[in-house]
């Protein structure tokens, strides 16, 4: 998960970029970067952390142009304490791409082999990003040769790409004199849309993960890119757009409503708001028919990603909602921090529970989801020491059973407090009094409502069924590899920031 935007307007476009990344920094905390344009020259600062922490005044004034990309970094691919591995990549041939990516290749791998021995390209990195930039590179100059670049023979390599690539990969790329080509895999799995405003100089087009980036910088949502579809916004501003894969459906991944995405933005034709009170809804259901409401005092919701699941559950049981917990927003989203130990220090760093709303009650905690139950466990307990009398958790999600390929960190069953593991397992492992989970069909059903030309989800963490249809067992091995390298890493962390090509200054 990472947020990506990219940018065309008749004026500068580094404070726009800037602007739309801090409205998607929910989908990446780990690096940030930005990439503009001028004439065929190509300005870059990326570096380790947050937006506000990465760009300065003086980064901004050395990114100049009317054209740009911007990404926020998600590590489920590579290394995620690399600094060589922060997002843009660069290539300078054909033409010079640039190039942000959100999701994760599952062929990676044998891309990367394939790269080398028949398509003469090096890889540097073990980013998917850079295997994934290559084979666009190739794919490029192959549809394009000894005649000029035009949409019909961007989308003829577009088409290309998609027989090569597997997995989920939302893509947004800058080609250097000619313009902005997105793209999105043949299923859908990961967001991207479009829209248009009026800038300061005329209209100007933007493509980002989500319709809160467009929305939030003044511009209008024209639609989602659909699955396998590739839109090429040339210099003027001019829209191409045309089905580049064979056999498109439509299975946006059920983790973006559950958690992933803000709930003020739209994705493909869901409001993520409503899908969550949906949730909520068929979670009291469940609830009903697992314990009765008489036994529950008051509904809390785990901040923040619960809320409207906690508020429709407190309303359909007639059960008073209550904040409890006060969220301090200068830590970071728990899930997405890299490494056990970052995530259970920051729990108690990051929640403080209000006593006066659990002293003596018997309070329903409800969260979005129970993926690795380290944040749930202390929960609990904090709630306990804040003087509850009995402490019942409910899941707006279902159990987590599987591990997820498709960029959500969830690479390894092991780190799963639902694989393997019965409910009541569970419930004493966190140490609840009772737990309630979300129900698969029931959760499908209720958010698959809300847009008709859903023909399906990418739920396979929850169901186990992985769309794609290329996943083996070495492949979870692959990732746990992967996965155990990562937190070997973790402890010698330097947070520095990149050295890079047109960076002269130090922070």
Known sequence: MCGIVGVI???????????????????????????????????????RGMVRDVFRTRNMRGLPGRVGLGQVRYPTAG?????????????????GIVLVHNGNLTNAHSLK?????????????????????????????????DLPLNPESIFKAVSAVHKRLKGSYAVVALIAGHGLLAFRDPFGIRPLCFGEGDGPEGREMMVASESVALEGTGHKLVRDVAPGEAIFIDLEGRLHAKQCAEN????????????????????????????????????????????????IDVVIPIPESSRPSAMQLAQKIGKPYREGFVKNRYVGRTFIMPGQGMRKKSVRQKLNAIATEFKGRNVL???????????SKEIVQMA?????????????????????????????????????????????????????????????????????????FEASCFDGVYITGDITAADFDTLAAQRKAQGDEEEGDDRSRLALQNATETR
């Open 9 to 47: 307007s008749r004026s500068p476009v580094n404070q726009l970029i800037y602007d739309a990344l801090l409205l998607l920094q929910h989908r990446g905390q780990d690096a940030a970067g930005i990439v503009t344009m001028e004439g065929t020259k190509c300005f870059m600062h990326k570096a």
């Open 79 to 95: 290394n995620a304490y690399s600094e060589e591995e922060a997002q843009p990549f660069y290539v300078n041939a054909p033409f």
């Open 113 to 145: 082999q394939e790269l080398f021995d028949i398509d003469r390209r090096h890889i540097n990195t073990e980013s998917d990003t850079e295997v994934l930039i290559n084979v666009v590179a190739h794919e490029l100059e192959l549809a394009a040769r």
């Open 248 to 295: 498109p459906s439509l299975n946006p991944c059920m983790f973006e409503y559950v958690y992933l995405a803000r709930p003020d933005s739209v994705m493909d034709g869901v409001s993520v708001y409503q899908a969550r009170l949906n949730m909520g809804e068929t979670l009291a259901q469940r609830l009903i028919s697992t314990m009765p409401p008489s036994e």
């Open 365 to 375: 905690l409800v969260d979005d989801s129970i993926v690795r139950g380290t944040t």
């Open 384 to 456: 306990r020491d804040a003087g509850a009398r009995k402490v019942y958790m409910a899941s707006a999600a279902p159990p987590v059973r599987f591990p997820n390929v498709y960029g959500i960190d969830m690479p390894t069953k092991d780190e799963l407090i639902a694989h393997n593991r019965t409910t009541e397992e569970i419930r004493q492992y966190i140490g609840a009094d009772a737990l309630i989970y979300q129900d698969v069909a029931a959760m499908k059903k209720v958010v698959g409502a809300l847009n008709p030309k859903l023909k399906g």
